[in-house]
């Protein structure tokens, strides 16, 4: 069954970011009209300037909803709640929302756009493989990899099935209203993921345990803002935890077919050369 709103245009937020682009990509191969909006696109969308939601919502019908730094920081939830809100009185029919498993945050921001009066789906997903050649390429090529995640399992998933469950949901109406819990196919813990990411590249990956200060220091030292970095090295060292120590059903589910596993996506990487020692920056 083909979305009623095939002939719309779909905004994309987020159209940088690692599910945004690959959303962004499917939507365009396939012969959509597509919006992609961040605050760089010349059309400028900041969660943090509300006065740019509505020029971009002008004409959509659909919306694939990412929130930038995380959906579990204070007020995410209630800004996704306001934007749905004005999404649904200018028209907007269908809402995609990327989520985040074991966030309270995250699930208040799910109950919001349940109730924002849109035909919605979604999607709630695990810890992305494609941190370690995003957000930790550096750490990679250098062979050690540090995280607040102590010895706990995550069920890892990939970008790439993400983007397929989004553009589903974005164009097949039997996705409406269905929460899709993403994972891959199976627990590992970091250091068995640097060990793979080893395997993968033929040489050594160490996974060192860090505190949430150390984490925060580092991601502050590449950039981030202090207070981002600081709630973020918190959150992520709350929510590897244990609590998402289980998989999901959520690509079977909407796309038929099983998850990429994470050996799949290091030998992948690792072909194209992300993790070459000689990619690092002198």
Known sequence: MQNTNFNGTTLVIGASGKTGRRVTDRLIA???????????????????????????LDGVAAAY????PDLALPGAAETVDAFA???VARGVRRLVLLSGRGEEGAQRAERYLQNSGADW?????????????????????????????????????????????VVAALTDDRHIGELYELTGPRLLTIAEAAHELGVAIGREVRYIPLTAEEFGAELGAHGMPEADATHLAELLSEVLDG?????????????GRPARDFADYARDTAATGAWNPEAVAA
Not at 65 to 68: D, E, G, H, K, P
Not at 135 to 163: C, K, L, W, Y
């Open 30 to 56: 396939e012969g959509r009209r597509v919006r992609p909006v961040s605050r760089s696109t010349e059309l400028r969308f900041d969660w943090q300037d509300d006065s740019t939601w509505a020029p971009a």
């Open 121 to 165: 789906t979604i999607v709630r997903c695990a810890f992305f493989n494609q941190n370690f050649d995003e957000n930790f390429v550096d750490s990679v090529r250098h062979g050690v990899v540090g995280m607040p995640a102590g010895d706990t399992a995550e069920p890892f998933v990939d970008a790439d099935d993400i983007a397929d469950v």
């Open 65 to 68: 909803i990412t929130y930038f």
């Open 243 to 255: 609590r998402s120590s289980h998989l999901g059903d959520g690509v079977q589910r909407a796309l």
């Open 85 to 87: 809100r004005l999404a």
